[in-house]
């Protein structure tokens, strides 16, 4: 049988991976990934990270945003055409290290900051002398970048690479780059008065992990109902669109790259 099978029957799993999901590839929406499954409807659940420049993951506690980002990350790197750029100060993500362009170490966090800077005055340039010679702007080609704990990455920074990662961050829209940071809610926060999360980061659309999200203060819920104060396991979350929230059961790593991940 070589053509596409039938969608499954909607179940809740016991684990929801890349392998789980692998059959939802034939039916990938445009720019959208299946990111967990909805806890009401049994169905999955995706994410558009191309609708904005910057998106955000978050929860109570960094850790808890790791095994997600794991395997957020072994999605993108599935299906994304070009390699994935993943910025991970922590060191969380290592294991996949030989599947994307992997920056971990401080030598290789700072070359990797200098060179997204780099590449985004080249685009820039580049579509500017088009426009002004009266051409058609460059179609780039797709970037897509994971920073795994923003706010550890900016200590282990030079000055001048941490003044060229806010520059990235301010003018880095419109480039065909899209960029996924993950940091808990408390450090969140303490950036939002920054001029590049005012201008790019959508606090009404995001995704949120575990508990906690009637008590922090960074995400816009349009409405605070009962059921957001109840518990929830690790591996739930809730998918934050226009301010509405649907719970989910999230992403989770491989069991392979999980044992290597996490002991």
């Not at 170490?105 to 340039?125: A, G, P």
Request: charged share 25%.
């Amino acid at each position: 049988w070589g053509r596409t099978s039938a969608r499954r029957i909607p179940v809740l799993p016991e684990k929801v991976d890349i392998d789980y999901l692998q059959e939802e590839w034939s039916y990938l929406k445009t720019n959208e990934l299946p990111v967990g499954i909805e806890k009401s409807s049994m169905a999955v659940s995706y994410y558009n990270f191309k609708d904005d420049f910057v998106n955000i993951v978050s929860a109570q506690d960094m850790d808890v945003c790791t095994p997600f980002m794991y395997g957020l990350t072994e999605v993108l790197i599935k299906t994304e055409e070009q390699p994935v750029t993943v910025i991970d100060p922590l060191g969380s993500l290592s294991t996949l290290r030989n599947d994307c362009h992997y920056a971990g170490t401080q030598d290789e966090l700072e070359e990797k900051i200098v060179s997204l800077f780099n590449n985004l005055v080249y685009r820039n340039n580049t579509k500017k002398e088009a426009l002004e010679k009266g051409e058609k702007a460059p179609q780039f080609e797709q970037m897509m970048c994971v920073i795994h704990s923003f706010s550890d990455l900016i200590p282990v920074l030079s000055e001048d690479a941490n003044d060229k990662l806010k520059v990235f961050l301010e003018k880095g829209d419109s480039l065909n780059v899209n960029i996924i940071i993950a940091d808990s809610a408390d450090r969140l926060n303490g950036m939002t008065f920054e001029p590049w999360f005012q201008k790019q980061v959508s606090l009404s659309d995001a995704i949120w992990i575990g508990n906690g999200i009637t008590e922090q203060y960074v995400l816009k819920v349009a409405k605070l109902t009962n059921d957001l104060y109840m518990e929830i396991p690790e591996d739930f979350g809730y998918i934050l669109t226009k301010g509405k929230v649907k719970l989910v059961k999230l992403l989770s790593p491989s069991v392979q790259e999980a044992v290597a991940a996490y002991g």
